[in-house]
């Protein structure tokens, strides 16, 4: 038994860069211990699997792995998805659904080539006090917290969140799927951010396209519009053109391909 594999860089138009999905298309799902088996060798930030939907066309069932838990949303390995169905495997609808244990999520086209992500927003609330672990994770001070499905820490530089080098081993005591450090941003970048998730296997990630569904709603009360171009300020860096919609959070980027394979069973 053979399995089609490709691994796309997403939020980036060129290799190397933005960050690294796994995509494996199926026909029927295979066991949960087996994708996640695939997902921990394959040693992404994440896996993406899917199958498509019975008598629908461009819709399809999503999941995605981490080396070590399935979660419940991911942007760039969506993308990554949306890329690969585009791509290589011959999608012609102008726009993707896929459904999701965070409901149904589109992706369209753009005539620039950019991939546009349409997901539910997730405006995090502000919080008094600093969770156990934190600080010493971070080792440094922001500004405020803020908390969704992860803890955002707001700082006040660009300088100061590149500058961050955090203990995993604290940070993973943070009771939270991961930790967003951000700041306002420069040189016609609205805001930039960094993303860290020790207590899910990945340390740090690339470009987080779930943190924005968080980061977007903050930012647009902040600054007081709709519209951003932010930028993930990770080792290999990434770049999303941001738009909040109501409660659904767009964001567009590109996506390259890295490889094509198989993975053997045999």
């Known amino acids: ?4 594999i490709y691994q796309v860089d997403a939020f980036t138009d060129k290799v190397f860069a933005g960050n690294p999905a796994a995509v494996c298309p199926l026909q029927e799902w295979l066991s949960a211990e087996t994708m996640q088996a695939i997902a921990a060798e394959n040693n992404l930030a994440e896996t993406a699997f899917f199958v498509p939907r019975a008598g629908t066309e461009a819709e399809y069932e999503l999941r995605w792995f981490t080396p070590a838990v399935e979660v419940a949303l991911c942007g760039h390995a969506t993308l990554a998805t949306a890329h690969v169905l585009f791509r290589h495997l011959g999608a012609t609808a102008e726009e993707l659904t896929f459904h999701s244990k965070s409901g149904p999520l589109r992706v369209r086209q753009q005539p620039n080539g950019q991939l546009t992500l349409d997901f539910p927003a997730q405006p995090p609330q502000h919080l008094e006090h600093h969770p156990d672990g934190l600080l010493d994770g971070l080792r440094a001070t922001p ?12 700082f006040d530089s ?8 955090p203990s995993m081993t604290h940070l993973a005591k943070v009771e939270y799927r991961g930790v967003i450090a951000t700041a306002p941003g ?3 970048v609205d805001f930039v951010s960094r993303w860290f998730g020790p207590r899910v296997g990945v340390p740090e990630d690339p470009v987080t396209g779930s943190g924005h569904t968080q980061l977007v709603p903050y930012w647009a009360e902040r600054l007081g519009k709709t519209t951003f171009h932010a930028r993930q300020v990770s080792p290999r860096s990434g770049d999303l053109w941001c738009e909040l919609r109501g409660d659904r959070v767009l964001m567009s980027g590109y996506a390259v391909t ?3 394979g198989e ?3 045999s």
């Open 263 to 265: 993975i053997d069973f």
């Open 158 to 165: 660009e300088a100061e969140v590149r500058a961050l080098r």
């Open 1 to 4: 038994m053979t399995l089609p």
């Open 143 to 154: 500004l405020s917290i803020h908390a969704g499905p992860d803890l955002i820490a707001v």
């Open 258 to 260: 890295y490889l094509r």
């Open 186 to 188: 420069s040189n016609g």
